[in-house]
């Protein structure tokens, strides 16, 4: 190994003109070096004269660089040239090994074993291959340096081979030691032990390797995911900017045909003003000479002449237009509707069912909850429906809390309402990850989540909760917990909580139902397919009463 080590580092430190390793070595400016005498000689010639380059890279220097001998270098080569007389001297030690059993004339050793730690001639070297004693015992190349081989295979204590491995104390042990330390012990070779621990190492490693897959591919799925959660914001505000933009020019081409509309109306109205104006002035003027004609008759002296030039006819005109009539009539009366009141109204109605729809957008989908503020995350507020409500319900605190005692309330006949049984649903519809939370009192209520197409008239199991295919139920009845979904039952244990919190998540297709205090405790949960908007819902027994919590 030092000789293939040494033979390498000479090749790197040979210089390239002579090739030979370096001798007063020494670095010019780009970085490459030579023996001293080797450049000097190189820059000599009289092609080299100047400029100067260098004979590897042809970096060329004006004017002549100055040469130093390089110091680090030169140490170097000196240790190199150590190095391999030590390995030279070594490996002719090897080349001869005596053999330790010879006693008169030594002969040279073709082996060392491990195990005996000496080393054979060929004659002596044969029981290790005929004996069954030493056929598991390792042989190597003739050496000097046996111990060299085996620096941690040989116990300490008694300098034999560690080749048994002790599984209660979970260590490699001699053969003495097993005898000595570890009788008893459970034990078996290092060879089988190690086969063992590969064999699991192997099973570690292509389970290693699956979930380096698993993770490639989850990271390949995740970077297709945000090149289509970009394509489709990008789609998205596309077409916003397009219907805001139809909607900016459907306004502004409504705007101009109002604008055309008045104009034209106005300037209508202006001529027939003008052409009006001009035949009230034709008026005058003929009213105002026959006015003159009639002053000058009154004036006259010549009776004769008053007799003979006596006009009482006036001029015939249309009548008067009715301007006159109505003087206040202008554009002031006409009234344009507040179209911003009307489009900010119909914006509002919107705008929250598309900023749930933003927010329930996804390149991932976020871990389930597990804590009470992780739950809080998703809490909803919801009301309870009037219209559906049983009429022995009382309904209070907003719509929020409902009891039932029994006595029918004077509620009026409503479609959604139902006519036997005592369940009332809230008026919001679920479809992403949503939670509530529900405080129970008394005996008996359900809590659950239902389709809005379940039956409201009559005493079927359609109208039910729980008892068909559009329902999922949570009855607590004294203390006792179950669930039911279409007519199947499953027994629940109980749970010392008033407190139910529901977790919905539509789009997984998971139902959870906990019990609420300082830790979330589940009761049950369900995994299914939920086709429909669902909506909370409640069974209330006589004398029991639900509250949904803030």
Request: aromatic share 8%.
């Amino acid at each position: 190994m030092a000789e293939s080590s040494g033979s390498e580092y000479q090749e790197q430190f040979s210089c390239p003109i002579c090739l030979d390793p370096l001798k007063k070595p020494v670095t010019i400016p780009c970085g490459h070096s030579y023996c001293m005498r080797c450049i000097n000689d190189c820059w000599g010639q009289k092609y080299q004269r100047p400029p100067y380059h260098c004979p590897q890279c042809r970096e060329i220097f004006t004017p002549r660089p100055v040469l130093k001998k390089n110091t680090v270098l030169a140490e170097m080569m000196e240790k190199l040239q150590k190095i391999s007389i030590q390995t030279a001297s070594c490996s002719q030690e090897e080349c001869y090994v005596e053999c330790d059993v010879c006693i008169t004339e030594k002969n040279s050793a073709v082996k060392s074993c491990l195990q005996c730690l000496a080393s054979f001639c060929e004659t002596h070297l044969q029981p290790h291959y005929q004996s069954p004693a030493f056929k598991k015992h390792k042989l190597i190349k003739a050496s000097t340096h046996i111990q060299e081989n085996i620096p941690d295979n040989n116990c300490l204590h008694h300098g034999k081979p560690l080749d048994i491995y002790c599984q209660d104390d979970r260590q490699c042990i001699c053969y003495l030691c097993m005898i000595d330390n570890h009788k008893g012990h459970s034990v078996v070779s290092v060879e089988t032990k190690l086969n063992d621990e590969k064999n699991v190492l192997r099973e570690t490693q292509v389970k290693c390797q699956e979930m380096i897959q698993q993770r490639e591919r989850c990271q390949q799925d995740l970077n297709d995911a945000v090149k289509s959660f970009k394509i489709s914001a990008q789609e998205v505000l596309e077409d916003c900017e397009k219907v805001f933009s139809e909607l900016i020019c459907s306004l502004e081409i409504k705007y101009s045909e109002m604008k055309d509309l008045i104009r034209s109306q106005e300037k209508n109205e202006i001529n027939r003003a003008e052409t009006l104006h001009k035949q009230l002035d034709q008026e005058l003027t003929e009213l105002r000479l026959r006015d003159e004609e009639i002053q000058k008759l009154l004036i006259a002296d010549s009776q004769v002449h008053f007799l003979e030039s006596f006009v009482c006819v006036l001029p015939t005109f249309e009548d008067m237009p009715n301007i006159i009539k109505y003087p206040h009539l202008s554009f002031k009366n006409i009234s344009i509707p507040p179209f911003n009141l009307v489009l900010e109204k119909i914006w509002q109605q919107k705008r929250t069912k598309i900023s749930q729809e933003v927010s329930n957008v996804h390149v991932a989908e976020p871990p389930e909850p597990k804590t009470p503020c992780e739950f809080l995350k998703y809490l909803c507020y919801l009301q309870l429906d009037p219209n559906t409500a049983s009429k022995t319900l009382i309904l209070s605190d907003v719509n929020r809390k409902a009891i039932n005692n029994s006595v029918a309330q004077q509620y009026p006949d409503h479609l959604e309402r139902f006519d036997w049984y005592c369940n009332v649903l809230c008026r919001e519809s679920l479809c992403d990850r949503c939670y509530w939370v529900v405080e129970c009192s008394g005996d008996d209520c359900a809590i659950a989540v239902s389709y809005k197409r379940i039956g409201r008239k009559g005493k079927s199991e359609d109208c039910r909760l729980g008892f068909n295919n559009n329902s999922w139920r949570l009855s607590r009845y004294n203390q006792k917990f179950s669930f039911i979904h279409d007519r199947k039952q499953v027994n629940l244990p109980a749970v010392c909580c008033s407190r139910i919190g529901v977790y919905l998540n539509h789009r997984a297709g998971t139902l959870s139902f906990y019990g609420v205090s300082d830790t979330m405790t589940l009761i049950h949960r369900v995994q299914t397919t939920f086709t429909e908007p669902l909506y909370p819902a409640f069974a209330i027994g006589v004398g029991s009463t639900i509250t949904i919590k803030e």
